[in-house]
């Protein structure tokens, strides 16, 4: 049986400033009349959670009434950035605590038909929080114990923009020496899809042998003076069919009516810019 994930990304939720959760309903109505197996967000769950709890309950409760199952992982947004990437605040135990109060675990595995699936918190990439560790644990756990399955991996952050070796740190992608390091645990089983959001663009490409799919934000765009264009500016979301022989289908879901909105026109959300 096909299991289908739409993975919802970047959503950026908050009540005190409630400026995408318009597009957020509006992805919520287009969930329930496809009823994916599993709906996932990748993480910049809420717009300023790292500091404010109340957007990390607002954000919570907007998931809720979805009426799916839901599994998340975290964002910059959520609970601080890995330390070598401060602007929005470090990722601290307290930050990470708090972040598991309203979501649950930050890294996970589930087991579909001929699948695993590994969440991984990428703030902790390169980290050195106690919790890096268990983090780094858990893979290797995943891999050990992988058998025949198929590993589609999921992070907030893309683990590079064209190649594994690019030495630039960009706040974009993963760090070169973190992404080093996982890739290096993920040699004997490297993962046939990898997912993730962040860059607030969709992009669906073959890179190094693994398919590489960015899921855009549901919310809003960042304009193209402040950011470069990778793939396709545009909100929205991914549906990811895996079958249990292996073969796997992801696809751009646009919702019908959902604007594609600008950070530009909203100075309150982070100040601006
Ligand atoms: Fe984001
Ligand atoms: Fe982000």
Do not use: C
Not at 66 to 82: K, T, W
Not at 133 to 152: C, F, N, Y
């Amino acid at each position: 049986m096909t299991f289908r994930i739409a993975q919802i990304s970047d959503t950026h939720l908050s009540a005190e400033k409630p400026f995408f959760v318009g597009n957020f309903e509006r992805t919520g109505e287009a969930l329930r009349a496809v009823r994916p197996d599993l709906v996932l967000n990748s993480g910049d769950i809420s717009l300023s959670g790292e500091t404010k709890e109340n957007d990390l309950s607002a954000a919570r409760a907007l998931h809720e009434a979805i009426g799916l199952p839901v599994r998340f992982l975290p964002g910059n947004h959520d609970l601080g950035d890995s330390p070598d990437l401060a602007a929005h605040g470090v990722i601290t135990d307290e930050r990470r605590s708090r972040y598991l109060a309203h979501f649950g675990a930050d890294f996970w595995t589930l087991d579909v038909p001929g699948w695993r699936l590994l969440a991984l918190n990428a703030q902790l990439l390169g980290s050195d929080l106690a919790a890096a560790a268990d983090q780094e644990d858990a893979i290797v756990e995943a891999i050990a114990s992988l058998g025949a399955r198929k590993l589609a991996l999921f992070l907030h952050m893309p683990l590079f923009d064209k190649s594994a070796d690019e030495p630039a740190m960009t706040g974009r992608f993963v760090d070169p020496a973190p992404r080093r390091a996982l890739l290096a645990r993920l040699r004997t089983a490297p993962p046939a899809l990898i997912a993730s959001g962040h860059i607030h663009q969709y992009r669906d490409s073959w890179l190094d042998g693994a398919r590489h799919v960015w899921a855009p934000s549901t919310g809003y765009v960042i304009p193209d003076r402040l950011q470069p264009i990778y793939g396709l500016k545009q909100v929205g979301f991914v549906e990811h069919r895996l079958e249990p022989d292996g073969r796997h289908e992801s696809r751009l879901v646009q919702v019908p009516g959902m604007p594609t909105l600008n950070i530009a026109d909203f100075p309150e959300a982070y100040g601006p810019i």
